[in-house]
């Protein structure tokens, strides 16, 4: 599916390459391990008994604080200034300690008031329950993972849709990976991702790209999701046991996880069909202990799936599936980002790259996808709305009147945009003067059609 861009925008090269193999035999799908992954990764006995063995090595007090977390009855830790102040010293102190984090000199040394912003680094704490070591590792891997997957350039801004390619915006859009408006019980923020033939279509880099953006954008927007939070829900019912396991997407998302500022403090997986076993026990083996003892699993049809999921404070109601995995609210979802990335436009430097136009946007060249694409057709409503005091104003004030149309498209976030001289696949902005030009061509085009 294509969002808001009617041009075949070819994805850069991907920053993460797949490990993933898989061959054919009699017509069926057979999978094969990555060569850095154990057989028993897939045993699901074997990774119960491994995660049994692990836990009664932990204390009490931390066995006890996964039950809690998993059930919503977790208390909150007070944040006074006392608390905070001192352990972003220790976490800077954590971070000096370290001796691999190329990524993150890199981002100190191209912009610091970014890297050390207490509020940015917070974020990171409350992440990790205030353990100033862990915490100084999960933002050097953070650095890491942002360089790997946006490239250095962007280390230090944060991440929006316009950094985003044609197929990690096809994939946000899709509305499969979503973090829901209405909270679970215990007013904690619900990550819904729906496993699909169509989902899986999509690259890993897509994947983990789409990820980052959403789960950063959650986080700088909500402060609740930090402090409280998030609740990982995995929709596996439906799924299809033809088709190969994503071990490829199963190696990076752990990586990613344990890059974000975010806690996991419950991971449900729903299914229907005891083939995915192997994968379920691959995805417990990927993540850390910390995050293994908070996984539950539902085993059995939709209902039973959500009647389960409801004993640990998650009304069906707030989840927007159906049965099969239909997901319900695609359309409002994909207004929602439309007008998130409005918002972001209007918040943060306009990039000086977009490889996805929004809907908003003015675009330069010829062909029928650039003259009925919506942002062009909205500037020339405007146009026509303008028209009759372009032609009464005098030749030096004309001008102004066309400045006026280019402003209306500013200020509702729309660029004026051209492809790349380069011949790279995204587009530039244009200059003032260029667009003021563009919109008084429509108003002669429009008089000559007038008469």
């Known amino acids: ?119 940015f680094r917070l974020m990171f704490l409350r992440s990790d329950v205030f353990n100033a070591y862990n915490a100084a590792l999960r933002l050097i891997r953070h650095f890491e993972v942002k360089r790997d997957l946006f490239g250095v350039d962007k280390l230090t801004q944060e991440i929006t849709q316009d950094d985003l390619d044609q197929e990690s915006m096809d994939c946000l859009y899709m ?31 897509a994947l983990l790209r789409r990820q980052f953006y959403q789960n950063m954008h959650l986080l700088r927007t909500n402060k609740h999701a930090q402090k409280d939070g998030v609740v990982a829900f995995l929709y596996l019912l439906g799924r299809d046991s033809g088709n190969p396991f994503p071990y490829d997407t199963g190696l990076e998302l752990p990586r990613l996880a344990n890059a974000m500022p975010m806690r996991l403090v419950a991971f449900h997986m729903a299914h229907d069909n005891k083939w995915l076993a192997p994968l379920i026990a691959f995805i417990k083996y990927s993540f850390n202990l910390i995050t293994r003892i908070r996984i539950r699993t539902h085993y059995g049809s939709h209902n039973e799936c959500m009647a389960s999921m409801q004993g640990h404070g998650v009304p069906p109601e707030i989840l927007p599936l159906e049965e099969g995995g239909i997901v319900t609210n695609k359309d409002s979802y994909r207004e929602y980002l ?85 011949g790279g696949e995204y587009w530039v902005a244009v ?17 000559i059609r007038s008469k």
């Open 175 to 205: 509305g499969h990976s979503q973090q829901l408006t209405t909270p679970d019980r215990s007013n904690r923020i619900i990550s819904l991702w729906v496993s699909s033939e169509d989902h899986e279509k999509y690259s890993v880099t």
């Open 431 to 447: 200059d003032n003067e260029s667009a003021r030009k563009k919109v008084s061509a429509a108003f002669r085009t429009l008089r």
């Open 1 to 119: 599916m294509t969002v808001e861009n009617p041009f075949g925008i070819v994805e850069p090269t991907p920053m993460f390459q797949s490990s993933y193999a898989e061959i054919k035999d009699s017509g069926a799908a057979v999978d094969v391990l990555p060569a850095n992954i154990p057989k028993e990764a897939t045993d699901i006995d074997h990774v119960d008994s491994m995660i049994a063995q692990q836990m009664s090595s932990m204390t009490v007090q931390d066995r006890e604080q996964a039950f809690m977390d998993v059930h919503g009855v977790s208390p909150i830790i007070e944040e006074t200034p006392e608390l905070v102040s001192s352990k972003l010293e220790e976490m800077e102190s954590q971070i000096q300690k370290q001796h691999r984090r190329e990524a993150y000199d890199m981002a100190e040394s191209m912009n610091p008031d970014y890297v050390r912003d207490p509020e």
């Open 338 to 422: 439309r007008g998130v990335r409005r918002q972001e436009r209007i918040q943060f430097p306009r990039r000086q790259q977009i490889y996805v136009p929004c809907s908003y946007d003015v675009l330069f060249g010829k062909g029928s996808s650039v003259q009925t694409y919506e942002g062009n057709k909205r500037m020339r409503r405007i146009v026509t709305d303008r028209q009759k005091a372009y032609e009464k104003a005098e030749k030096g004030r004309k001008v102004d009147v066309a400045q006026e149309v280019v402003d209306m498209v500013h200020e509702s976030s729309g660029m004026f945009l051209k492809q790349a001289d380069d």
